[in-house]
């Protein structure tokens, strides 16, 4: 390495870390599962900060550990599976889902309240929005500086200060918990995690984290893997301080935002109860400031796989068309685009969780190669059940697997497979002919 980075450059690749995950997701699901969790915040709370906290560092430092992203933590697949694996996380992540999530969380709380809505309103917002994200993403070796130097500052400045009002003086006793959450507060609290997709995130981010490590002048492995962990552990804390504060917002709002489905809806009208249009303002500021560091390392992580897979592309033209199509697809709607990408993550979130699983213990692993092929498939194919019964499918004939009425079919046949692979599988042997002399 050329030189080591100062302490400011480490806290501010953390700041970084933490503004690429806190984006739409993170900002509209705690809020909605803290009023359905009411009373039964405490083990929600716990369940949620597993797979919105806990998984997404777990995957940072396998990220470390393999030494790249997905691709990387995929090597022992083949190839061609590999890729796909790599894309359609990317896909997941990038223009179908998360990426336009961020455009509308934007809209509905930065915009929204303050205009006459309406679809031209959204279209014109949508092209701003991404044309703002496009220029930041085509510069990523700027990201440290525009982000976790300045942006990021000011927007937990922000949230600290909503965090805070929260805590000394919420609206409200904690609400009644809804029937899903009564009996099974953490369980439920776990799957409201998929929604905000950071594990995924983390596999992603990892690698791009990397590359404004060595634009920075950081080339040794030692040096990347202490940097991206201490980057981390403080988006980790950020996040979770961020969650207990909007959970608590949420659980102590049945009043004020009575009959709200949404996040976002649940936000507005508490912060409005709590400080007015001023209040509001500075919600909105917030929340288009999160939205729009998350979709520029979105873009950015989609654009450089793409450019790794193929390198004689363009990386400033592929982002514009990434761009151009997460403004398109944010005209869907948020509460339909939720609703398409729920199934989708139950499917594909267990495969995620098995991969960084595999990574941890790929040294105990004798046949690497049958190893993830047979985790992977397990988790891929369980998961696909939850996902299916999610999106409404009639899968009563499999209610007898364990866990199947809660959404984790996957987790017991994908820990039983992965325990095969590391006791039971053996390691290839080649016999070699020779002759005696």
């Known amino acids: 390495m050329k030189k080591p980075l100062t302490g400011l450059d480490i806290f501010g690749l953390g700041l970084m870390t933490f503004a690429f995950f806190l984006g739409a997701g993170n900002i509209i699901f705690p809020p909605l599962a803290g009023a359905q969790a009411g009373t039964e915040l405490v083990p929600a709370m716990l369940g949620f900060l597993v797979t919105a906290v806990g998984l997404p560092l777990i995957t940072l430092i396998a990220v470390a550990k393999a030494g790249g992203g997905i691709s990387t933590m995929a090597r022992y697949l083949p190839v061609k599976v590999a890729t796909v694996l790599a894309l359609a996380v990317y896909i997941i992540i990038g223009p179908s889902f998360a990426t336009p999530r961020t455009g509308l969380v934007a809209y509905e709380i930065g915009v929204k309240p303050f205009i006459e809505h309406s679809a031209i309103a959204l279209a014109l917002f949508s ?15 700027k990201l440290l500086d525009y982000i976790g130097k300045f942006i990021t500052p000011l927007l937990v400045m922000l949230l600290v200060a909503l965090a805070i009002a929260v805590f000394v003086a919420p609206l409200d006793g904690l609400g009644v918990p809804t029937e899903r959450y009564q009996d099974s507060a953490f369980i439920n609290g776990f799957l409201e995690g998929y929604n905000t997709m ?9 690698m791009l984290i990397v590359n404004v490590l060595i634009s920075k002048g950081v080339s040794e492995k030692a040096y990347i893997y202490k940097y991206l962990m201490i980057a981390g552990c403080i988006a980790a804390a950020g996040l979770a301080f961020v969650y207990v504060a909007l959970f608590y917002l949420g659980a102590t709002s049945q009043v004020v935002a009575q009959g709200a489905t949404q996040g976002t809806d649940i936000l ?17 500021l917030v929340v288009m400031l999160a939205c729009l560091t998350t979709a520029v390392g979105l873009v950015s992580a989609l654009t450089t796989f793409l450019v790794q897979l193929q390198p004689h592309w363009n990386y400033t033209k592929l982002a514009l068309i990434n761009c151009a199509i997460c403004a398109l697809v944010t005209n869907v709607g948020l509460s339909q685009l939720i609703s398409i990408s729920i199934p989708v993550l139950f499917a594909v979130y267990p495969v995620a969780i098995a991969l960084v699983a595999l990574t941890f213990v790929s040294d105990k692993l ?19 059940l939850d996902g299916l019964k999610v999106a ?4 009563q004939s499999f209610n007898y697997l364990p866990l199947f009425n809660n959404g984790m079919a996957w987790l017991l046949p994908t820990a039983g497979a992965l325990l095969i692979a590391m006791f039971a599988f053996k390691k290839t042997t080649h016999v070699t002919a020779y002759s005696k002399g």
């Open 198 to 206: 950071d594990t995924f995130g983390a596999l992603v981010f990892g």
């Open 366 to 384: 004798a046949n690497k190669k049958l190893s993830y092929q047979f985790v992977l498939a397990v988790a891929l194919m369980f998961g696909v």
């Open 127 to 141: 092209v701003v929005f991404f044309s703002i994200v496009a220029w930041l993403a085509i510069n990523p070796g």
């Open 392 to 395: 409404g499918v009639d899968m």
């Open 268 to 284: 507005a009208q508490y912060v409005f109860a709590m400080f007015g249009q001023t209040g509001l303002m500075a919600l909105a």
